[in-house]
């Protein structure tokens, strides 16, 4: 006599209970994502714009530093858009005291820059630095919990620490072009050059704007004897 009941394995139903404990939730919407398999629900996947940007030598990002930036390779995850799932998604983690947001999503992007050759030859992940005072207002770094998921996907080691922003300033959101350039022109150093060392360095922050905070960053990086620089940012503006 063939049994009615159909049995789940033990690895799927752990799974499953785990998921009930421990639900994953959608980074920008906060509703259920079964599986765990992404950092976003189906409803928001189908209104984000992947940049696809890691599988290109060079790309729109690469070409924003072009004649700035001597670059090996640059990649954003997806292309910034206002009211996206990806704009709601930063601003949580920036702004919401959800750290976790840059973990998931670091581990997400990490996945996918290990399949490019010129990101499998990294040897360090340096976030953009945030003055420790802003660090103690918000409680973290967003680009150093991107950073942290990055190292992890990747089997890469964070460097922290080396690079640092030595001067408080203003939000760079609201302003123009060139102010933000005079804004961050002094504001970074290098400390401990002998951690970046004739190492090929991936910087990290959480959009690439107008680049003019990963500019002087990368700036400085490079002044370090025998350093190559790579860039990647969960998302990047379209002008």
């Not at 991107?146 to 300033?169: D, N």
């Not at 860039?231 to 002008?239: C, Q």
Request: aromatic share 8%; glycine share 8%; net charge positive.
């Amino acid at each position: 006599m063939t049994s009615q009941f159909s049995f789940v394995s033990l690895p799927n139903l752990a799974r499953g209970l785990l998921h009930v404990a421990y639900p994953q939730l959608c980074v920008a919407c906060g509703a259920d994502v079964p599986g765990g398999q992404t950092c976003f629900c189906l409803p928001c996947r189908t209104k984000l714009s992947p940049s696809k940007m890691h599988l290109q030598r060079e790309n729109e990002f690469t070409g924003r530093f072009w004649g700035r930036l001597p670059l090996e390779s640059a990649a954003a995850m997806y292309y910034f858009t206002r009211k996206s799932p990806i704009q709601h998604a930063l601003h949580q983690l920036k702004y919401k005291n959800q750290p976790q947001i840059g973990v998931k999503i670091g581990r997400e992007f990490g996945q996918l820059l290990l399949q490019s050759p010129a990101f499998q030859r990294i040897d360090g992940i340096v976030p953009v630095p945030l003055h420790p005072d802003k660090e103690r207002l918000r409680g973290y770094n967003q680009s150093a919990m991107l950073a942290q998921g990055l190292a992890e996907a990747m089997g890469k080691p964070m460097i922290t620490g080396a690079l640092v922003r030595s001067l408080f300033t203003d939000t760079q959101t609201s302003k123009k072009r060139m102010e933000r350039f005079e804004n961050v022109g002094e504001v970074f150093a290098i400390r401990r050059p002998a951690d970046l060392e004739g190492k090929h360095l991936l910087l990290v922050d959480d959009v690439m704007t107008t680049g003019a905070t990963l500019e002087p960053c990368g700036q400085l990086l490079l002044s370090v004897p025998g350093t190559k620089l790579s860039m990647a940012t969960i998302a990047i503006a379209v002008y």
